[in-house]
């Protein structure tokens, strides 16, 4: 079965590093200044002939209220008025990138994510929408992934209702966990009540698939709380679940100086909540899709690891590999054929840029022939725990052993530990290694270096 999974303690404290999440590779750390909107304009014109189908992602950066764990790109503010400034940049952006394109390029998917984006008002939200249908060509059939994160604190019927009618058909919702001393810890109180009434209302309208997000290694979790947070929530039956490990950085992220270290599991304790996760989502009937990831069997991730379409990109996991990504918003990023393109990260100087009428393009990359190459390795390995050589083999015509010669000893290293098994046609991940899919990738990383890794959270 897919989604078998075999604890092994000891091979997890052996192979829990540092690595990226690998939802591009080459990953963003990569990403440099030397790429524009000249390449951005290049790669739409590409898409254009290609006549791809396209998924938008759109990012609302603002938040009310701050959550310490937080390492999104946000704006904290109480202040509403700030909204309607960055919408008309935003339309800017959507114009200028849309005249880029071919107006009957399908829009497949849709994402909103933040910060929040129930943050804008319902004039707003439809104002927005009416102008992405405007310049895009959204689907109105309801056959598309149309997505948006939700804050059940910022969302109600109403809010639930005006969603569907503009075009939602699946919402993910931030919950983290439902102990209220953990969410005083966090500055993120939140009731079941709330969360339940979302989901009711989201079940009532006939939206396609619920996720919810839980994150284990917050301040004042023990695995006896977040266990009960778990039973809670599976009894909601949401369609995807989302479990992340908390990865505490305060220098890098300053909401995260607010969070007491002394308050924090330890990992012992965080391993132990991460196994008893496992076999409670496993018993009550969902499968492992991988890192960090859980679906029922009916859901269209698990359908499409069962029939090896599955793919991976910035949205995560993904059955619309296939399209051209373009990021609308502050800090959005693209992927374009083989360029990734990233907006500036800071608002004013995304507002301002925009202002002028250009595009606020920072950085990105532009992927080499190696790039692709171990692209398609870390995609097969993430997405279906298995590769077969010869299908590298005959998609970038090289002799794969030839190629990574010099990785061998490595990948030999983790087959005698029962991470891997490795033979002359295929890498196989085993049980065992399901859950360390990231150490396997981080192999086949050619920019991977020691130093670097102090970046990126560990696999576990």
């Not at 690998?22 to 290049?42: E, K, R």
């Not at 639930?160 to 969410?183: K, Y």
């Not at 009937?285 to 690891?305: C, V």
């Not at 052993?401 to 061998?408: C, P, T």
Request: contains cysteine; aromatic residues 8%; charged residues 25%.
């Amino acid at each position: 079965m897919l989604d078998a999974i075999r604890w092994d303690t000891d091979l997890i404290r052996r192979y829990d590093l540092a690595g990226p999440r690998y939802t591009s590779y080459p990953t963003a750390v990569q990403f440099n200044s030397q790429v524009g909107t000249f390449d951005l304009f290049h790669a739409l014109r590409d898409s254009r002939k290609a006549q791809r189908p396209l998924s938008l992602y759109v990012h609302v950066p603002f938040c009310a209220n701050i959550c310490y764990y937080c390492a999104c790109n946000k704006v904290i503010t109480k202040d509403r008025g700030r909204a309607q400034p960055y919408l008309q940049r935003l339309e800017q952006e959507i114009q200028l990138i849309a005249c880029h394109l071919d107006p009957t390029q399908k829009v497949e998917q849709l994402h909103f994510g933040g910060g929040t984006p129930t943050f804008l008002s319902h004039d707003e939200l439809r104002q927005l929408m009416a102008h992405l249908r405007k310049h895009f060509n959204l689907l109105d059939d309801d056959s598309g992934d149309y997505g948006i994160e939700i804050d059940p604190r910022e969302a109600d019927w109403s809010t639930m209702g005006l969603l569907r009618e503009l075009g939602f058909n699946r919402v993910s919702i931030g919950l983290q966990d439902l102990d209220p001393a953990v969410q005083r810890a966090v500055n993120r109180l939140q009731s079941l009540e709330e969360t339940r009434a979302v989901i009711d209302a989201a079940r009532t309208l006939q939206f396609r698939s619920i996720n919810i997000d839980l994150i284990y290694g917050l301040p004042r979790q023990t695995p006896e709380n977040f266990a009960r947070t778990v039973e809670e929530v599976i009894n909601l039956q949401p369609d995807r679940l989302s479990v992340f490990n908390y990865a505490h950085l305060p220098e890098r992220f300053m909401p995260q100086r607010r969070i007491n270290s002394n308050e924090l599991p330890t990992p012992a304790q965080k391993l132990e909540m991460l196994q008893r996760t496992i076999e409670q989502l496993i018993n009550a009937g969902y499968r492992y899709i991988g890192m960090d990831h859980f679906a029922l069997p009916d859901d269209e991730l698990a359908i499409a690891q069962e029939e090896s379409t599955l793919q991976r990109n910035f949205q995560g996991y993904t059955t619309h590999g296939h399209c051209d990504l373009i990021g609308l918003g502050v800090s959005a990023i693209s992927q374009i054929g083989d360029l990734y393109c990233q907006n500036s990260s800071d608002l004013n100087h995304y507002q301002n840029t925009l202002a002028s009428l250009q595009l606020a393009t920072s950085r990105g990359l532009l992927c080499n022939a190696d790039d692709r190459l171990r692209r398609a390795v870390i995609q097969q390995l993430i997405c279906h725990f298995s590769l077969e050589f010869s299908d590298i083999e005959q998609a970038f015509n090289i002799d794969f052993q030839g190629y990574f010669g010099e990785l061998w000893p490595q990948l030999q290293g983790m087959a005698k530990d029962g991470l891997i098994e490795l033979d002359r046609d295929r890498i196989t991940i085993l049980p065992a290694g399901r859950l360390l899919v990231r150490s396997v990738c981080m192999v086949f990383d050619a920019y991977l270096e020691q130093h670097s890794r102090q970046r990126f959270s560990r696999v576990i």
